[in-house]
């Protein structure tokens, strides 16, 4: 079963502007992380925030991590069209680091 | 580096046809996971690998599902027969070790149509 949910599903957005995606999920975890997808290719690993962290940037990247609402968010700031892909977020599981991912984001950025 | 490598890109096959993917890790990588990836979705864990040795299989339906490290580099995945409900993409991706967290890095993957 999927551990993550991302919402929202669908989000579209102008260059320049700010992207938010957030995550929730279910049980605990040892890290979560941030992938990307563009259509028609695997996943590119995007950033790591482990469970005692709060917060991590990571160039145009910032990930925040509650773990008492068992959430987290990815910004994305001053957004690009090359941004335009879907962005999943995946927690470890227990068996050994394999991921769980969520449904995922599908983020649209117009020129 | 080079990356991990998948073949073929894309199949389509008609239902209870048999069907075999590839994947080759990047060099050195002790781990190798296969995901399946479902349209609209995010991808599930079939089945990882440590060296040549299955470490979590739960998620795979083995009725249909086989797969197969030999000498702990490249994998097979097999599907024998396909069902409708196959059509997916089939990732593969590889990490440097299973203790601790090491990143995953995703091959392009298969595209698999079922008819």
């Known amino acids: 079963s999927q551990q993550g949910e991302e919402d929202p599903q669908a989000l579209s957005i102008q260059e320049g502007e700010n992207a938010t995606m957030n995550c929730s999920y279910k049980t605990s975890i040892n890290n979560l992380q941030w992938y990307r997808q563009n259509s028609g290719r695997g996943l590119v690993h995007l950033i790591l925030?482990?469970?005692?962290?709060r917060e991590k940037h990571s160039g145009r990247l910032r990930v925040t991590l509650d773990t008492s609402k068992k959430s987290s968010s990815l910004l994305i700031t001053a957004s690009r069209a090359a941004d335009t892909a879907s962005y999943f977020c995946?927690?470890?599981?227990?068996?050994?680091?394999?991921?769980?991912f969520g449904k995922g984001t599908s983020l649209l950025v117009t020129p | 580096e080079a990356g991990v490598a998948q073949s073929p890109r894309y199949k389509i096959i008609e239902k209870r046809q048999s069907v075999a993917f590839w994947c080759n890790p990047i060099s050195g990588h002790a781990t190798l996971y296969w995901y399946q990836q479902i349209l609209g979705q995010g991808p599930k864990l079939l089945i990882q690998f440590q060296n040549n040795g299955v470490v979590d299989d739960s998620q795979l339906p083995k009725d249909r599902f086989s797969a197969e490290r030999l000498k702990g580099v490249d994998s097979t995945l097999k599907i024998q027969p396909a069902k409708l409900e196959d059509s997916a993409v089939y990732l593969c991706?590889?990490?440097?070790?299973?203790?601790?967290?090491?990143?995953?890095?995703f091959g392009p993957g298969t595209r698999l149509t079922v008819l």
């Open positions: 991706a590889s990490s440097a070790n299973r203790g601790q967290w090491n990143e995953q890095f």
């Open positions: 925030i482990r469970s005692n962290e």
């Open positions: 995946a927690t470890d599981s227990n068996s050994g680091y394999a991921l769980n």
